[in-house]
């Protein structure tokens, strides 16, 4: 049930090897653990690695930490495949100053508000042009013509994605599967 030192594993561990459901040590391996090498499903401390990693330097699916790198991370420098906050880089761009591979992800563009703005604009436009509403597709309210440098700004934006999930993969994903899973 409890485990005190040694690699005894426990329910709860303590210690500087501590293995359990709860694991509370230095280099800490259990669903929560804490410490200073802390992995998990859910792991707090200065390296954490976990599903959930909160610490100094946290790599997992969701990171929040000073170093950050994650599927989602949050922090001072993160690093996130698909959504970063704070300072960094990310699929897409949260709060903070960082550059979104596609763009900022807004909450009023993921509740279908988008689509309710586009629909406005589609009902304005025909009044201006007095022309029936349905004569006016949505897609015809994209301004912007693919032009070679547009094609090539998203091959880049692609690329950098790409390129920061096999980063996520070989710093964080395989440490995940190989000590988590």
């Known amino acids: 049930m409890l485990a005190m030192g040694g690699d005894v594993p426990g329910v709860v561990a303590v210690g500087p090897s501590a293995t359990g459901i709860f694991a509370f040590g230095q280099d800490a391996h259990g669903v929560f653990a804490f410490g200073q090498r802390a992995t998990g499903f859910v792991a707090v401390g200065q390296v954490a690695t976990g599903v959930i990693s909160i610490g100094q330097i946290s790599r997992g699916c969701v990171a929040i930490g000073q170093g950050a790198l994650g599927l989602v991370a949050v ?9 970063a906050g704070g300072l960094g ?11 979104g591979f596609f763009g900022r992800l807004r909450v009023r563009d993921v509740g279908g508000r988008f689509y309710e703005f586009r629909k406005r604009i589609r009902r304005l436009s025909s009044k201006m042009r007095g022309i029936p509403q349905d004569a006016v597709p949505l897609y015809a309210l994209d301004r912007k013509p693919w032009t070679p440098g547009r094609i090539a700004l998203y091959g880049l934006r692609v690329l950098g994605a790409v390129g920061s999930a096999v980063l996520w993969w070989f710093l964080a994903g395989q440490a995940l599967v190989d000590n988590v899973f």
Request: aromatic share 10%; proline share 5%.
């Open 89 to 99: 880089v990310g699929g897409t761009a949260g709060p903070g100053l960082v550059f």
């Open 75 to 83: 922090g001072q420098v993160a690093v996130g495949v698909l959504w």
